[in-house]
């Protein structure tokens, strides 16, 4: 039983490519994220949800675009895929009132070709 | 601007010794301090963290120490085992900033036999 389950977790794309890729959590967290992890290894946050509402968007191309049809799944669509999105995506969640960090999923390696 | 900052990409020890991962970070407004503990093709795993409030925390065979002053903090894993090999890394975030957790780079560590 995954608390953080992320779906799939090789992508393997064309560029100009539409893809998505699925994350649900089954903690009863009230905050989910997605975040980048680079060639260089950064992680960087890209998105966070918060019973549905989006509370954190940083810079980040329109071509991608979260979705959260309920507190527990956040997918993460991404339109006209380029070379420059291959990376490793990873979900997160938290809860709220005793923040004590994130349950992170496995992560979906994303390769543009 | 990287807030947080983990200057040795890698560190390799023996098995039995100490390792000691460091980490600094530039925002006074952070309050709460987490280690990640990271193996390939899996996503990283909460090890310890510490509040602004103490100097010290002590998990087991992991201790993360907290300098306010230096804004610097280390984790330290003893004794270091081969299974501990894995990228850390070192996060923070601020009261401020809500549930935002800012990362650093990561440090492999390796435990050799």
């Known amino acids: 039983d995954t608390a953080v389950s992320q779906t799939p977790k090789y992508l393997v794309t064309q560029m100009g490519n539409d893809k998505s890729i699925k994350c649900e959590q089954n903690l009863g967290h009230d905050t989910m994220y997605w975040y980048k992890q680079d060639s260089k290894k950064f992680l960087k946050i890209m998105f966070s949800?918060?019973?549905?509402?989006?509370?954190i968007n940083e810079t980040v191309p329109n071509r991608f675009s979260p979705k959260s049809p309920d507190k527990a799944h956040l997918n993460l669509h991404i339109n006209s895929l380029e070379l420059g999105d291959s990376a490793v995506y990873f979900c997160a969640s938290s809860q709220d009132r005793v923040f004590s960090g994130y349950t992170f999923g496995s992560g979906t390696r994303l390769t543009v070709v | 601007d990287q807030q947080v900052k983990q200057n040795s990409p890698s560190l390799s020890v023996q098995e039995g010794r100490i390792s000691i991962l460091n980490c600094d970070y530039t925002?006074?407004?952070?309050?709460?301090f987490l280690w990640y503990k990271k193996y390939p093709a899996e996503g990283p795993t909460f090890l310890i963290s510490i509040s602004s409030i103490k100097d010290k925390n002590e998990d087991g065979r992991f201790t993360v120490f907290l300098n306010k002053s230096a804004k610097h903090l280390s984790l330290h894993i003893v004794p270091s085992q081969p299974g501990d090999s894995a990228v850390y890394f070192c996060?923070?975030?601020?009261?401020?900033?809500?549930?935002?957790?800012?990362f650093g780079e990561g440090t492999q560590l390796t435990v050799n036999p």
């Open positions: 949800y918060n019973n549905k509402e989006l509370i």
């Open positions: 925002n006074s407004m952070f309050d709460y």
């Open positions: 996060a923070a975030s601020a009261q401020t900033s809500g549930s935002r957790l800012t």
